[in-house]
């Protein structure tokens, strides 16, 4: 079975700084998707980004970068130029593609973040 | 752009009530997804639906039942409520069997168990 971990649950970042969260985990298969989401004070899930396991390039939205080391099964995200509304608890997930794309998603634990004025 | 809708937001019930809780999916999605959130918690997959058919179950008690209607709309049925059910049950749709794989959510139906 598929497992995520997130081993930080609490990270602080100074506003307009740069922050990593982690994010790793186990699988077997070799074909799948990684995906960030973002959860502010509201509870809605927000889809941040999101990597191809078959896409050696580090997917990239705007301030939001990933790295993305497949042999490591480690997936971190980067958040440059840190805004007070990036404050969340970001969630890890993966998702299978071994049966097309109605799989479902595997949560890490997530990490709560907190920007500093 | 139009994004998934559940409804209804908010649910107080006692225990031993049933609860009903709908989700329409974004336009031409045809897969839906539900997951547990408890407090503090990750979400939790309970159960998918793609073109009507079950596609995936998780750890979905068997006091709550699912389905997804002609329309892809869903419903998730839970009767025989307890406290340890009061969470936040997110809905998601994706469009299955096409090159999008992303599951985009609702904001979710806060249930509580009194």
């Known amino acids: 079975a598929q497992t995520v971990t997130q081993s930080q649950p609490e990270m602080s970042v100074q506003e307009a700084e740069t922050v990593t969260l982690s994010c790793t985990y186990d699988?077997?298969?070799?074909?799948?998707?990684l995906f960030w989401y973002k959860q502010p004070p509201s509870r809605q899930m927000i889809l941040v980004i999101r990597?191809?396991?078959?896409?050696?390039q580090n997917a990239t939205e705007n301030r939001f970068s990933v790295n993305f080391q497949k042999a490591a099964k480690s997936f971190s995200l980067k958040i440059s130029d840190s805004q007070l509304g990036d404050a969340a608890m970001y969630f890890c997930?993966?998702?299978?593609?071994?049966?097309?794309?109605?799989?479902?998603?595997?949560f890490g634990t997530g990490t709560r973040l907190q920007v500093f004025p | 752009a139009a994004g998934v809708i559940q409804s209804p937001r908010h649910l107080i019930k006692e225990k031993r009530e049933t609860a009903t809780l709908k989700c329409y999916p974004i336009?031409?999605?045809?897969?839906v997804y539900w997951y547990q959130q408890g407090p503090g918690q990750d979400p939790q997959f309970l159960i998918s639906f793609y073109e009507k058919m079950q596609s995936d179950k998780g750890s979905i008690p068997d006091r709550f039942s699912a389905q997804q209607f002609s329309d892809y709309h869903s419903e998730l049925n839970m009767s025989s409520l307890e406290l340890g059910d009061s969470a936040l049950y997110f809905c998601?749709?994706?469009?299955?069997?096409?090159?999008?794989?992303?599951?985009?959510f609702g904001p979710g139906t806060r249930l509580t168990v009194l």
């Open positions: 998601a749709s994706s469009l299955g069997g096409a090159a999008t794989d992303t599951q985009y």
């Open positions: 699988t077997s298969e070799s074909d799948y998707y």
């Open positions: 336009p031409r999605h045809d897969t």
């Open positions: 997930a993966y998702r299978s593609a071994r049966f097309g794309n109605t799989d479902k998603l595997i």
């Open positions: 990597q191809e396991a078959y896409k050696q």
